[in-house]
């Protein structure tokens, strides 16, 4: 599995599995959410200077799930196909090993080679 930036091209796909009604059962918001407010957001989150948004790429490329990484929040969904095969516990490591571990008492990635090194830490230990 690998982590990838999100791009415009990814709009349909996150659209699809944010709308899915197992992941709207799972969200802070249960609402459907309609597609000119999807794209507005997706816009406006790949113009950050760190989007912290990825797609998740089982080895075969196929697309399972989506990470988004806020300062010390991190959301994640897997896309409907592909639950309860262990991809959440994959993507979650992936990301800890990927962008680092949080210092005891610290907002501060711990990996010098980390995009996050200059934002709040995103994992607890």
Same mark, same amino acid.
């Given at each position: 599995?690998q982590l ?6 990814d709009?349909?796909?996150l659209?699809d599995w944010?709308?899915d ?11 459907p +959410?309609?597609?000119d407010?999807?794209?507005a957001?997706?816009?406006?989150r790949?113009?950050?200077a %760190? ?5 998740a790429? %089982?080895?075969?490329?196929? %697309? ?13 969904? +897997?896309?409907?196909?592909?639950r309860g ?5 994959a993507?979650?490591?992936l990301?800890r ?6 210092e005891p ?12 090194r200059?934002r709040?830490g995103?994992?607890?230990?």
């Amino acid at each position: 599995m690998q982590l990838r930036p999100a791009t415009p091209d990814d709009a349909q796909r996150l659209f699809d599995w944010r709308n899915d009604d197992v992941t709207r059962q799972m969200s802070v918001s249960p609402d459907p +959410v309609d597609w000119d407010g999807h794209v507005a957001w997706l816009s406006a989150r790949l113009e950050r200077a %760190a989007p912290g948004l990825y797609i998740a790429e %089982a080895d075969t490329g196929d %697309a399972v799930g989506s990470v988004r990484i806020d300062g010390d929040e991190i959301s994640y969904t +897997v896309a409907p196909a592909h639950r309860g095969k262990g991809v959440a516990t994959a993507m979650l490591v992936l990301a800890r090993a990927e962008f680092g571990e949080k210092e005891p008492g610290s907002n501060a990635a711990t990996r010098p080679r980390s995009p996050w090194r200059q934002r709040p830490g995103i994992w607890s230990n």
